[in-house]
């Protein structure tokens, strides 16, 4: 079974609704505006279609399936802590393989370098505690041998 797939002239619909992110041919992203409107006139009664009618979106060039599951992912994003956030961005993952410009490229680097020196950063600390435990270790076990040889 194949997915519905959007016309160029219905991504160029949707791409004109301020609600709406993105749109390619097989997916559309929403803005937080309109998850959190969604959200509250669903919660005060009123029917997906009508909300995505009232909001300049045809409910039927989206399809009963897409209607459902944005249903249901509204509800699963008024109950997350971050709320209607778009997180997607923010998950690692795989790397990406596009081309990158200079600017996103000295801002990755600069980050990867910040990082880099936060992790030295807490390897020295974590170096530094070890040796100095081990001296507490050591300075113990010759007071107990000083201690030993005095009893002597």
Do not use: C
């Amino acid at each position: 079974m194949g997915r519905n797939k959007f016309s160029e002239e219905q991504q160029i619909q949707l791409r004109s609704n301020p609600f709406i992110e993105k749109v390619s041919e097989t997916t559309i992203s929403y803005t937080k505006e309109f998850k959190e409107r969604f959200h509250h006139e669903y919660q005060t009664g009123k029917g997906p279609s009508a909300i995505l009618s009232d909001m300049g979106i045809d409910p039927t060039l989206l399809g009963e399936k897409r209607r459902s599951s944005l249903v249901q992912r509204i509800k699963e994003y008024a109950s997350r802590i971050d709320g209607y956030q778009d997180l997607r961005g923010k998950n690692s993952g795989r790397p990406s393989t596009k081309e990158l410009t200079d600017v996103d490229r000295i801002k990755r680097l600069e980050h990867q370098i910040r990082y880099l020196k936060q992790e030295n950063e807490f390897l020295k600390k974590t170096e530094f505690l070890d040796r100095q435990a081990e001296w507490q270790e050591n300075q113990k076990q010759r007071q107990k041998k000083n201690s030993d040889t005095s009893k002597k």
